[in-house]
């Protein structure tokens, strides 16, 4: 069932958590700030969660998201959980490459892709 | 015979990052795409205007209301230069540690001037360190 959110919609497919953006843009630092928590409150009564964000209807991404990204990966792992990324749009991918959290983040081409790396 | 656009200018004081931002890219926007450039080309300067803006504000102005930032554009058939200009004392842009070294990976924040250079053709701060001046040259242009 989705559960009601300003910027994320949230749904549980099996043993998945599959997290997909309602917005276009991620740039402003309140909406940031406000995914973070958003996306805090999807594992915290999870344990050993499978998560999985979908990007596929991102298409600008400021700097200042990539923070609540990590500070998420960071509490999904403090839970002994895993984190996947997946459907990024070319151009949203780049930030990731030329920032190098590639070597931080799994991401994923598909969503099918990211729940199989989880086996 | 090709007609061509005289340059777009624009020098504008901007005090709340938000309002700012979406007017500054609005006329950005469109000023770039009447004077043909293309897609990816829109999306490095929107970013770097969104990350040399969000900059000026958060750490050159320290968020005070009552400081401005100052952002200049020119941009012809050929090239786009914008200049973004704090309140602030400065800083040095070599004091940045990079983001991408594996002891700062995992640092979340202190990557939009490493965007910007990977975007932008030119990047340059000013002394002290309040003006950014940034160009895009379209991959045609000689």
Redesign the interface.
Known sequence: MAAPSSHISVRKIDAVTRIDFTDRNI???LNIHQIGEELLKCVESEFRPKVVVVFGNVE?M???A???F??FNERVKSRDGQMRLCEMRP?VHE?FV????T??FSIHDTYDAAVESFK | MATHLPAFRCDQSLREL?TGLESVQDAVAAALAARGYDE?AM?AI??AI??SL?NAF?HGNRGDPNKSVFFRADIDEIRAVFEVQDQGPGFDPRAIPD??EDEN??I??G??V??IK?YMTEVEFVKPGNVLRMRYAKPSAP
């Open positions: 740039l402003d630092e600008h400021s700097s200042a990539y923070g609540t990590m500070k151009r930030g030329i920032t190098k959290l070597r931080l | 938000r990816g999306f929107r970013l969104e990350e969000v958060r983001p991408t990976l995992e979340p924040s990557r939009g490493m965007l990977a």
